[in-house]
């Protein structure tokens, strides 16, 4: 599976934008995509992510409201619409796929504080830096 975000940029702040993850060569159809961000100086988050099946969401507290997930299954491209961006919510925001190979599915939100190493492929990031 190979991972590529684009739509990172610069954006005043109230200001919105749209990320997106297309995904190739995912021939598995049960796992879920996660959208991360690293800011400067702060620890790796999770802030979204959405299951294959039934198009499930959960968000971090810290977009919850203003950030939307959404996937289109036909093109294997999972979007986040981010609005009412924030100086705090700049960043190398970073999407990720995990395989739920042995079947079920486990609670959503815990998805967004896994480890790294814990997702079957990462993208390269995006740059999103919102400027007071």
């Known amino acids: 599976v190979q991972l590529v975000e684009s739509g990172g940029t610069l954006v005043q702040a109230g200001g919105s934008l749209r990320l997106s993850c297309a995904a190739s060569n995912l021939r598995f159809g049960n796992y879920a995509v996660a959208w991360f961000r690293q800011a400067p100086g702060k620890e790796h988050e999770g802030i979204s992510v959405?299951?294959?099946?039934?198009?499930?969401?959960a968000y971090a507290d810290s977009v919850k409201g203003r950030f939307t997930i959404a996937s289109v299954r036909a093109k294997n491209t999972v979007f986040l619409q981010m609005n009412s961006l924030k100086p705090e919510d700049t960043g190398i925001y970073s999407c990720?796929?995990?395989?739920?190979?042995?079947?079920?599915?486990?609670?959503?939100?815990?998805?967004?504080?896994?480890?790294?190493?814990?997702?079957?492929?990462w993208g390269q990031g995006t740059h999103v830096t919102v400027a007071s």
């Open positions: 959405i299951r294959s099946l039934d198009g499930s969401t």
């Open positions: 990720a796929v995990l395989l739920f190979l042995g079947g079920g599915t486990p609670d959503l939100r815990s998805i967004l504080f896994r480890h790294p190493t814990e997702f079957d492929a």
